[in-house]
C-alpha cells in the first residue's frame, strides 16, 4: 500500500519548524504531538462507532463510542513522545511498548524489551516512530507484532525515507503506512536526509 502523508498546509508548516535545526526540545516534543495527532485522525477514519446516548447540560444527545480495541505500541525511546497523544484521544487504548535500536554499526535492530502478552488481540496495532529511515526497526516490530497475532497493522512516522517505506512494504505489504513527509534518501549512516536529525536526541536533549 502507498504511504500516506499528510498535505494539509498546517502539518506541512509544522513540519518545517520541526526539521530546524534552531528548533527547541520543547518546541520539538510539541510539534511531534500536533503532527501526531493529525497522524492519528488519517490512520483511524475507518474505526467503527456504535450509537450512545447521553445527557448534555442541558439536553438529550444522540452521540457514538469506538467499537474498536486499540493498541498504541510505541518503538522506544523516539516513539514515546507520539504515543502520548494517541492514549489522549483514545483513552481506552493499550499501550504496548517494543524496546528496539539500531545498532550503529550494522544499522540492524536489536530487541531489548517486549511485553505482548496472550490473551485478547487488540483490532488494530498502531505502530509509532517518528523515523522509518532504514525500515528495518519497522520490520522487526512488524514480526514481532504478526507473531503476537495482530492482523491490522498501521505505522505512524513523522518522516520517510523512500528506502525504508519501500523495504517495509517489501517485508510486510499489508501494513498501512502514515507519514507527516516523505524525504530524499537515507546518508551512509542511515539518516535520512533532509530529515531532522535524530528524533530521540532532539525529543530528549541529548545530543
Ligand atoms: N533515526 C533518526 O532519529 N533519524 C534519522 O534520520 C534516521 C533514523
Known sequence: MEPQLLTHPIAQAMLTRLRQKSTSSLEFRHLVRQLTVQLGLEATQDLPT?????????????????????????????????????????????????????????????????????????????????????????????????????????????????????????ADPDVRIYLAGLDDRLNERGYIIPGLGDAGDRQYNTL
Open 50 to 170: 456504535v450509537p450512545h446516548t447521553i445527557q448534555t447540560p442541558v439536553a438529550t444527545c444522540s452521540g457514538v463510542v469506538l467499537d474498536a480495541s486499540v493498541a498504541i505500541v510505541p518503538i522506544l525511546r523516539a516513539g514515546i513522545g507520539m504515543a502520548e497523544p494517541l492514549i489522549e484521544m483514545m483513552p481506552d487504548a493499550v499501550v504496548r511498548h517494543l524496546g528496539l535500536f539500531r545498532d550503529e554499526k550494522t544499522l540492524k535492530p536489536v530487541t531489548y524489551y517486549e511485553k505482548l502478552p496472550g490473551g485478547h488481540l487488540p483490532d488494530i496495532c498502531l505502530v509509532v516512530d517518528p523515523m522509518l529511515a532504514t525500515g528495518g526497526t519497522a520490520i522487526a516490530a512488524m514480526q514481532l507484532l504478526r507473531n503476537w497475532g495482530a492482523v491490522d497493522i498501521r505505522f505512524l512516522a513523522i518522516l520517510g525515507a523512500p528506502e525504508g517505506v519501500a523495504a517495509l512494504r517489501d
